[in-house]
């Protein structure tokens, strides 16, 4: 009976000690440190030309590299309302991605963070409002990185 | 009340490919109604996605972001049978959350 008892107490002790701490490390984000989305910047969002929105992300002279980040998208949109963009990015830790209209009455468009384990490539679709660059921006390493691409518009998408 | 959205997650030589198509207007308050008047902004401003209660993704949106938004991404691990869970919140504080089985691709 003793050890029946023992066993039982054992057993419990271990799934909970195991769950009690996976859980602690991945609220605390341990499991991938520095990786983390900040609170919606509406600064950010608002933002009406690419200095200000990089200047609300914080962001200091991005380098342009086209050799890490792949941005695909259309030559032309044929409907500016829907316009289909992917990034890839091959840097080493990550921490955001993020794509920017740079003409759009809201220049930042979205951001995106990367678990452990999710490869660093993401497809969407943005409203534009006219041509102009696309650009995908990258922080890694607490470095940031970008590449723009330039998309004719000929219906644009933003309303009115 | 807000529509559900459609996941599709498939897994293939253990990476799971997750697409999902969101329903929501996502108006950028810039839209001017039949009347003339201007039509509020009204669009998700997170989104995050979970496989069996982990995070596999988190985006945050503005509103240059199209309507019915759509997103594609993948991630080591998952099997056919498990779920991937994904949640979604406006700026009016709405909020939905749908989920769907990975399938064997």
């Known amino acids: 009976m003793n050890t029946e008892i023992?066993?039982?107490?054992?057993?419990?002790l271990k799934a909970g000690g195991g769950i009690g701490l996976f859980a602690l490390f991945s609220a605390l984000g341990l499991l991938r440190p520095g990786v983390a989305l900040a609170e919606w910047n509406k600064t950010a969002f608002s933002a009406k030309n690419m200095d200000e929105a990089l200047s609300a992300m914080g962001v200091t002279t991005p380098e342009n590299n086209a050799v890490f980040i792949q941005l695909t998208v259309p030559e032309i949109a044929e409907n500016g309302a829907i316009v289909p963009v992917k990034v890839v990015s091959t840097l080493p830790n990550i921490e955001q991605i993020s794509i920017l209209v740079e003409?759009?009455?809201?220049?930042?468009?979205?951001?995106?963070?990367?678990?452990?384990?999710?490869?660093s490539m993401v497809t969407t679709r943005v409203k534009m409002g006219q041509t102009c660059n696309v650009v995908a921006l990258v922080k890694a390493d607490g470095k940031f990185y970008r590449i723009a691409k330039e998309v004719?518009?000929?219906?644009?998408?933003?309303?009115? | 009340m807000s529509n559900p959205m459609k996941?599709?997650?498939a897994v293939k030589d253990g990476v799971t490919e997750v697409k999902i198509l969101m329903q929501h207007e996502m108006e950028t308050g810039l839209r001017k109604d039949t009347d003339g008047t201007l039509v509020p902004a009204w669009f998700i401003t997170e989104v995050k996605a979970q496989h069996q209660g982990r995070t596999v993704l988190e985006a945050q949106f503005g509103q240059s972001i199209s309507k019915n938004p759509y997103l594609l991404f993948r991630f080591k691990g998952?099997?056919?049978?498990e779920k991937i869970t994904v949640s979604w919140v406006d700026n009016k504080g709405d909020k939905r959350e749908d989920e769907a089985a990975i399938v064997a691709a």
């Open chain 1, 6 to 12: 023992n066993l039982e107490r054992r057993k419990a």
């Open chain 1, 103 to 119: 003409k759009n009455p809201n220049v930042l468009a979205a951001n995106f963070i990367f678990p452990a384990g999710t490869e």
């Open chain 1, 152 to 160: 004719k518009v000929t219906a644009g998408g933003c309303g009115g």
């Open chain 2, 7 to 9: 996941i599709r997650a």
């Open chain 2, 78 to 81: 998952g099997a056919a049978g």
